[in-house]
């Protein structure tokens, strides 16, 4: 039986093995793959497949099926166009920058934008309320409702349909009087409402240094660390979303790693609340959920080591066997990059992404070398060897220092709800330069690319980030108050 023989059906059963880019190149070499390029099932086939492997131009749980041919193929032709423009070392800018004017007072942050959307969550300060823009419109799309003056961290996503979901370690008191918490913020969404909630509170002991959130469907919790004890070690502080049952892991974990010459603190999180006048600021760590395991990166210097909390450890839904306090003696698994002469390593942050693209954590050092300053980037990933270790996948060198905003709640450095890319702000040659950082897992390499600006938008103004990299938009916000929207597909 020849090729143009076989019923549609096997066809598409085929092409349930390629990605979007091979589905086209079949149809262009193949005038019987050819002739499905008007049938909808082909474009579902093939998207369905991609959306797997990397982010597509749509929401994360977006029922393709409801989408008809003309929608299938801006879809998917907006996801190539984005491979190819995101591939140069200089991508360019694809159409109109949408400009929005937020104001200067309050002042904004962009705390999560929902994938694949124009719906932004901005937090006030110091007020501190949150509300929802959808910058397609201009403006804000639902009242505001109060969190909390500062969001010290936050945890990846939860993306499910019609809903996003962060938690969020907040702080609604001041330096000398702390009122911390552990937050779960969520956007409810339709294409014709919107509404921000806190659907989770729980309130946290002044005593405790807390940081690193971590958050699943299930449940939410953060590190805690009692600073005051002689020879301190980390706690696993866990509570169930739904019957709020609360779970303490105690763990051999020191706050004080002597053995590989290092404290962990996270001073991004603590510097303006409880971290102790004698802390080492050189360390940074982020907790990662992968299939309910709770991962715990540290990073220090040039060393990195990761600790596996196991899920069975959780309050999951279900499971009332769960005991309220337990202890966990950790195995850690390090990686050491050797220094060469003359160069010195200063870890600059350790964040966390959703792990359904493999790529639960990134990590950043600032590197001072013989040759000028770089910025040391690693992507991570669960071993395949070694599951409840964490392995690199790949490194990249960003040349330059990460670029200091006055007034910017967080460093000018992010990672998409993906982990694939890095976004960040570097000051290279006195110039102030706007990077991209992509890990290819086709390629198993990990990518640097110059971002290059219109005159109009001064890269010296912008404090805070954020990167859609499922349509390809990344958004600036300056001190002038303006939230610039950048498409590059």
């Known amino acids: 039986m020849k090729l143009h023989n076989l019923p549609h059906d096997v066809l598409l059963h085929v092409l349930g093995f390629c990605d979007l880019k091979t589905g086209i190149s079949f149809s262009m070499a193949c005038s019987t793959f050819h002739a499905l390029l008007e049938k909808r099932s082909f474009w579902i086939t093939c998207l369905t497949k991609t959306r797997l492997s990397k982010p597509i131009p749509c929401l994360l749980h977006e029922d393709l099926t409801t989408h008809d041919l003309a929608s299938l193929k801006r879809i998917a032709l907006q996801s190539l166009r984005l491979q190819r423009n995101w591939d140069l070392p200089k991508p360019e800018i694809i159409g109109s920058i949408k400009t929005v004017k937020l104001g200067i007072r309050p002042k904004f942050d962009i705390v999560f934008q929902v994938p694949g959307t124009e719906l932004y969550v901005l937090h006030a300060r110091p007020k501190g309320f949150m509300t929802c823009w959808d910058i397609g419109l201009g403006k804000a799309v639902c009242p505001p409702i109060h969190v909390a003056k500062a969001i010290l961290d936050v945890s990846p996503g939860q993306d499910q349909p019609g809903r996003f979901s962060m938690g969020l370690l907040v702080n609604d008191g001041d330096i000398n009087t702390p009122n911390l918490s552990l937050v779960i913020v969520c956007l409810e969404y339709s294409l014709l409402t919107a509404k921000v909630q806190i659907v989770f509170r729980h309130y946290l002991s002044p005593l405790f240094c ?11 919790g953060v590190l ?3 600073v005051s004890r002689r020879d301190p070690t980390i706690d696993l502080l866990a509570l169930n979303i739904s019957s709020k049952k609360m779970t303490m892991v105690k763990t051999d974990i020191p706050y004080n790693v002597g053995d590989v010459g290092f404290l962990v603190s996270d001073l991004y999180l603590y510097s303006a609340i409880m971290q102790p006048s004698n802390a080492n600021e050189d360390g940074h760590s982020a907790t990662s959920a992968c299939d309910g395991d709770i991962f715990i990166l540290i990073e220090h210097g040039s060393t990195s080591v990761s600790f596996c909390c196991p899920k069975e450890y959780f309050p999951h839904d279900g499971d009332n066997s769960c005991p309220d306090e337990s202890f966990l003696r950790c195995n850690a698994a390090a990686l050491r990059i050797l220094d060469g002469s003359g160069t010195r390593y200063h870890a600059e942050g350790a964040l966390s992404s959703d792990s359904f693209y493999d790529v639960p954590a990134v990590s950043m050092h600032s590197v001072v070398s013989p040759e000028g300053p770089i910025i040391h980037i ?35 450095m ?7 890319h890095v976004l960040l702000v570097a000051k290279s040659n006195e110039d102030v330069v706007l990077r991209l950082v992509r890990y290819n897992p086709q390629k198993s390499a990990a990518s640097v690319h110059e971002l290059e600006l219109p005159p109009s938008i001064d890269l010296s103004l912008i404090y805070s980030l954020g990167l859609d990299d499922h349509r390809g938009v990344i958004s600036l916000l300056d001190r002038r108050g303006n939230l610039y929207a950048i498409p590059y597909a």
């Open 414 to 420: 992010l990672i998409p709800h993906s982990g694939r």
């Open 210 to 220: 807390h940081w690193a959130v971590f958050m699943t469907k299930e449940i939410v």
């Open 224 to 226: 805690r660390c009692d």
């Open 378 to 412: 690693r992507f991570w990933t669960r071993s395949a060897g070694s599951p409840k270790t964490l392995s690199l996948l790949q490194s990249a060198n960003v040349r330059g220092v990460l670029h200091d905003s006055p007034g910017s709640a967080w460093q000018l």
